[in-house]
């Protein structure tokens, strides 16, 4: 079967009870629609778990993105190069803003163990289209900025997969359900919209972790 999850949060041991839940095999595949770093009591781990684990694919979160661009930034102030301008405040701002475990993790790791987990955020990927029983699901954080008929999600910058939620009352492709991860649900259960389905259940604030089984549309939830 096929899976799809949204917005773990660096919460492992949530991630790994909703893995139980679902019964998730080998013969099973899962796209975890990020956000895995920050926020959580184990993001690093949660990284961790995933990169291990060859059936699991993830798909970018603004904080997975961010996450990797300052932890760059930190190992190169590290290594005694000068950071960019503004990077120490903003690297400030993010630690207090719910990226202190991801930092935290971060540091007690190896140089080999920092080398992973960067290699890792830094290939996520910004969207995955697949291919489920005839109908086609497109992956995505929030939305596509500016996306119109005919375009390709190829063609678009990391920004716009971030900057600009999907409203439920907007179909944005004709010919694909697009899966939201990181646009919260009101009812705290995956909802649906226009062409769209939204799985973001409130998990980061003590919500479910949910997961959508795309063959059969079974849901599943975890706390």
Request: aromatic share 10%; glycine share 12%; hydrophobic share 35%.
């Amino acid at each position: 079967m096929t899976y799809v999850i949204a917005n773990p949060c660096g919460n492992l041991e949530k991630f790994q009870n909703l893995l139980s839940k679902i019964k998730f095999s080998d013969a099973d595949t899962l796209y975890v629609i990020g956000n895995l770093a920050d926020f959580g009591p184990d993001p690093i781990g949660l990284v961790e778990e995933l990169s291990y684990r060859p059936n699991i694919y993830p798909v970018a979160g603004e904080r997975d993105y961010l996450a990797a661009r300052l932890l760059s930034g930190f190992d190169k102030m590290s290594a005694g190069k000068a950071p960019e301008p503004g990077f120490a405040e903003e690297m400030g701002d993010w630690v207090r803003d719910g990226g202190l475990s991801t930092m935290e993790g971060y540091r007690n790791l190896d140089a080999d163990g920092r080398e992973g987990i960067l290699d890792y955020l830094c290939e996520m990927p910004l969207f995955e289209e697949l291919n489920i029983k005839g109908k086609t699901y497109v992956l995505v954080y929030a939305g596509i900025a500016g996306f119109e008929k005919g375009d390709d999600p190829a063609d678009f910058l990391p920004d716009d997969f971030f900057s600009e939620p999907l409203p439920k009352d907007v179909q944005l492709m004709e010919d694909a359900t697009v899966i939201v991860g990181g646009v919260p649900t009101e009812s705290g259960k995956i909802e649906r919209g226009r062409g769209s389905i939204y799985l973001d259940c409130g998990s980061k604030d003590g919500g479910a972790l949910a997961a959508l089984c795309l063959e059969t549309g079974e849901e599943f939830y975890a706390k």
